[in-house]
């Protein structure tokens, strides 16, 4: 079963935003608290990529298609990550997915289902 639980995707015009949220029911928070986390995102037909992280320190980093967009936040005390998104593109669809990282900053977790986000074009 999987650690992370993504949700808040939807269908949004270019132009709008939405939040989206990551979950960890499972983990308990002195595991949860001390994970990396990032946001990942598959379009259709490519690769997995990496959209935004988030350290324990609270440094964020993010991918330049997205930069000044989108943002990343965690929230310890209900073991959720969000990721904000505003200004939303087209070439923003995709299946989202969150997940920690390790220490060479890998994927950590098993994949959880992904949230859809749509922006037509």
């Known amino acids: 079963q999987a650690q992370l639980v993504e949700s808040g995707g939807g269908l949004v015009q270019p132009g709008g935003s939405l939040r989206l949220s990551c979950r960890a029911p499972?983990?308990?928070?002195?595991?949860?608290?001390?994970?990396?986390m990032a946001w990942y995102r598959q379009a259709p037909g490519k690769e997995r990529e990496l959209v935004a992280f988030?350290?324990?320190?609270?440094?964020?980093n993010y991918a330049d298609s997205v930069k000044g967009r989108f943002t990343i936040s965690r929230d310890n005390s209900r073991k959720t990550v969000y990721l904000q998104m505003s200004n939303l593109k087209p070439e923003d669809t995709a299946v989202y997915y969150c997940?920690?990282?390790?220490?060479?900053?890998?994927?950590?977790?098993?994949w959880g289902q992904g949230t859809q986000v749509t922006v037509p074009g």
């Open positions: 997940n920690a990282l390790t220490s060479t900053k890998q994927p950590k977790y098993t």
């Open positions: 988030m350290t324990t320190n609270n440094d964020r």
């Open positions: 499972r983990m308990i928070t002195s595991v949860f608290n001390p994970n990396q």
